[in-house]
C-alpha cells in the first residue's frame, strides 16, 4: 500500500528508527504531539489526503495502522 510505505518512510526519515506498520510512535515515546501535527502536515501536503485536525487523537496516531483507519474514514479515495 502506497500511503503504509509512504508514511513508513517519512517516520525512518525523521526518527532514524525502524518503523513498521505497528510500531508504537506514542507509547514508545517515538513521537510527541508535535509529531503528530508533522505527520498530519505530511499526509495532507504529500499525500492530498483530508486530515481534520479537529478530529485527530493520540488513539487515532499511535501507530500507521491506525493512522490509515483514521484517514479511510475521512477519504473515500483510499
Request: overall charge positive.
Amino acid at each position: 500500500m502506497l500511503i503504509k510505505s509512504r508514511l513508513e518512510k517519512f517516520l525512518r526519515k525523521k526518527t532514524k528508527k525502524k518503523i513498521t506498520s505497528e510500531t508504537n510512535l506514542i507509547t514508545e515515546n517515538i513521537i510527541d504531539s508535535f509529531g503528530i501535527i508533522e505527520i498530519a502536515s505530511f499526509i495532507e501536503e504529500n499525500l492530498k489526503l483530508k486530515c481534520p485536525l479537529n478530529k485527530i487523537s493520540t488513539s487515532n496516531f499511535n501507530n500507521i495502522s491506525l493512522i490509515i483507519k483514521f484517514l479511510k474514514k475521512y477519504n473515500r479515495s483510499i
